[in-house]
């Protein structure tokens, strides 16, 4: 493959010729790239906006994240925020820095994911920036969605009684990345031995290249239901439950045989003696959507395919809670990524 | 000064403490810091978004840029390129990755800088993100926007025939940070001589404690005079002005005795012997608008204080031109800022 130097290209050049392919999906997008601010018209709903800043060796390693897997992720991480607010994601920007070890190849590899991701769920790429860095890649993206203000679903809204849902099988991105790290210290150690993935691409691809569940969204707005809270699973379902009750003022009890275990994890658990419904609790990067509904939307969502009853709400002096298949109770407490420790 | 270190917080425990004195100043914003997304409500206008990523050693050195300032400086520069649409910024977000190099201490300092922007501009934080880098400190900001769309100006609609004008002096920027550079290097050789700086603080604040022209737009408005293009001064009058003439096809002639140089600025390049007129037009970062209007504006906006006529658009064939007080021509090259170089 060729190699193409990065000062080859000025900075607006550099950003030209990442993005002159782009296509705008969205009539609400009137303005993209190319002026000092991009225009949305969202005149008969409110505007969602979350972001994310992404650091090579902190957030993801390039020794086993291809670069168009990469930006696939940065985007859907991003997505996802707006997801979890029960809003359509329309919109990024994405800024990035790179070192000169990045070849201008390199970051089509990137843009490629990114414009993927951007095809895949019609989001239009609005802005950016592009800078060198001294060390490594950044990744800085900023997702804006839109949905009327009736239909947006904060953190906040869970109530004593509600159910606990949760969209999808847990585990499986945390065991594709233990399985990933495994067979890196294997290379490592002996540069000739080929790492063995193929019989787990699976959760492999859960870790590598994750979805936003808009299916999800989408389904419940059909079905006229409103969750009463919601979050999507990116720190763990124990992190982000706790999330959930501390803004909500409630507690929360958790049924252990009904965690929904991704199966390839599973088995992959057992491999590295962990314990399955651990790495489903506390493991993160699913992307899966925590919510709770209204006991009202209970016969409407019992119609639907795809959601998973874990649990219930309850006051908040009894606290975040697991009950075991033997009966126990024990404490959740969050183990989120910390970056800092 | 104590030192507290970044381990002793956890992530979320960080974006809270730096942010918990944060204030809402827009009934727009529904929704801040704290959930998946911001919420904001602009059902009656357009929503404007532009991102900027800056990063340690190449966008700022803090050898000279004192934190505070750097986190004003940061918010500014992001708010100018709303008000360069003509639009009025309204929230931002802003990311933050830092080495364990920063202490807590430092990042209050910088946090303090931003919330002066953001109480100074009535701008509402909703948003971002926090995390650790291998080296420096990474800023990565969004801001966001409103106008009604049939005042948003963008850099492409300059006509033949229109007058340019700039909103203020030029050069103070650079020459602040020639002179910051000139001091560094001598304090670096000899550690023991204080810098002299007080004489030039008026160059220096340019550099450091850049404005936005808001005060334009609201004076544009009133005298109900809308740009036919605009474009905040970043990368210097030249560069900005290909801009505006590429992105609208046309020509642009300037007379070099109608450019605006900071007086300071003009002492200050006799002393590095550098031309002011060069320094004026490729200086950048001073953060003035740039913009045309059409002829028909003309009588209105010379009622007005603090705008400079400096010349016209013309046809595209005519090029970019720079007409010397003795009547040469020259043609305009941007020379703005390239990273990659």
Known sequence: MSRTELNQLGEFALIEHLTHEIVIHNDETLLGIGDDAAIIENTSACTLVSTDLLIEGIHFDLMYHPLKHLGYKAVIVNLSDIIAMNAIPKQITVSIAVSN????????????????????????????DTSSSHKGLIISITAIGVQQKEKIVKRSGAKIGDYIYVSGDLGGAYLGLQLLEREKKIYIENPGVQPKLDENRGIIEKFLKPEIRKDIITMLDHAKIIPTSMIDISDGLSSD???????SNVGASIEEANVPIDQEAQLMALEFHLDPITCALSGGEDYELLFTISPSDHEKIKQLPSFYYIGEIVSPESGVKLKTSKGNLHEITAQGWKHFN
Not at 241 to 247: F, V
């Open 101 to 128: 070890r990045f070849s201008i190849e390199a970051l089509e590899e990137l843009y490629k994911g990114i414009k993927l991701a951007c095809d895949t769920y019609k989001i239009d790429l609005i802005g950016g």
């Open 241 to 247: 439950l706790i999330h959930i009750c501390r803004q």
